[in-house]
């Protein structure tokens, strides 16, 4: 059997010298998804531009949403975002500071997109966590073992600090690959049509 060794990546964390390239790594990264495709339509380029921007506004418009960057050659080639204490639920004042990006895709797209945030943001745990996401790698690198790297790093931080995290996805491929790193699913949902998992991962003994 033959044994693929792991990339050689440096980690890094998210700065706003990097912010763009990683923010284009995303879209790029997350353009398939198919709660994309729901939200935003069938058009990728409109896709990728949506994306852009709401992973733009995600980073420099909310507080505690953090990202660590794995480069490749001094390149982005994969994100791995993150929030704590709390931050994952935007409040009264960060609402305010999105919604100019929101109501920018049009009435619809907007409506499909509040509906799919109000589903995902029902489900929160209300306990402390972590909460992961946005996650991608650029997507003419996908599975090459970059995404396994990432993920193993931060699992890895979770557990020196025994806390628990959560997440959401819409891609059966992912559940499984979260379920290799400890995460369990704990809810099942359709959200515009689309099925996704929510996933636990306990915080370490």
């Known amino acids: 059997m033959a044994v693929h060794a792991q990339p050689r990546l440096e980690l890094v964390q998210l700065r706003p010298e990097l912010l763009d390239e990683a923010v284009g790594v995303l879209a790029r990264g997350m353009l398939a998804n198919p709660i994309h495709v729901a939200a935003f339509g069938p058009d990728p380029d409109r896709r990728v531009r949506i994306l852009f921007r709401m992973f733009g506004d995600l980073f420099r418009v909310l507080r505690g949403w953090e990202a660590v960057c794995a480069l490749r050659d001094g390149a982005i080639v994969g994100v791995a975002g993150h929030a704590e204490n709390g931050a994952c639920t935007p409040g009264t004042l960060d609402m305010l500071r999105l919604a100019p990006g929101l109501l920018s895709l049009g009435p619809r797209t907007a409506m499909r997109s509040s509906r799919w945030m109000s589903a995902w943001a029902r489900r929160d745990p209300q306990v402390h966590h972590s909460h992961f996401g946005p996650f991608a790698v650029d997507s003419h690198l996908q599975g090459q073992g970059i995404g396994t790297v990432m993920l193993s790093d931060y699992c890895a931080r979770l557990d020196a600090l025994r806390e628990s995290s959560y997440l ?11 379920e290799r790193h400890g995460f369990q699913v704990v809810d099942e949902a359709e959200v515009l049509g689309v099925p996704n998992w929510f996933m636990r991962r306990p915080a370490s003994a």
């Not at 959401?168 to 979260?178: G, I, M, Q, S």
């Open 168 to 178: 959401e996805t819409d891609k059966p491929e992912n559940v499984r690959l979260y």
